[in-house]
Nanobody
Framework: QVQLVESGGGSVQAGGSLKLSCEAS????????WGWFRQAPGKERVLAAS?????????NYADSVKGRFTISQNLERNSLQLQMSALIPEDTAIYFC??????????????WGQGTQVTVSS
């Protein structure tokens, strides 16, 4: 099992920035990719950004966050970050850290954090 704990959420005005962090523990050697998902009120949870654990150049961003969000990882600390800039009210959501085990389908994430709230006011 892999345990994930997010931090760094909060409230910010439009145009501001926030940095989310996710600390991983447990069987992290099983993980081949990390992701940040978000779920806005009344909507489904969707992928915001992902990164391959062994090849950091392999990142993927939702169109809605491209150019504004940056995903990164610290392998020594088994942590994941999401730097969010130029925030807009539509970014308001609960943000979840997730991990995909090696050998699993690309769209399947096996481990999830509890989520952290991000609220952007206009």
């Amino acid at each position: 099992q892999v345990q994930l704990v997010e931090s760094g959420g909060g409230s910010v005005q439009a145009g501001g920035s926030l940095k989310l962090s996710c600390e991983a523990s447990g069987s992290t050697w099983k993980v081949c990719a990390w992701g940040w998902f978000r779920q806005a009120p009344g909507k489904e949870r969707v992928l915001a950004a992902s990164i391959n654990r062994d090849t950091e150049a392999l990142t993927n961003y939702a169109d809605s966050v491209k150019g504004r969000f940056t995903i990164s990882q610290n392998l020594e600390r088994n942590s994941l970050q999401l730097q969010m800039s130029a925030l807009i009210p539509e970014d308001t959501a609960i943000y979840f850290c997730a991990a995909r085990q090696c050998g699993r389908p690309f769209s399947t994430y096996d481990f999830w954090g509890q989520g952290t709230q991000v609220t952007v006011s206009s």
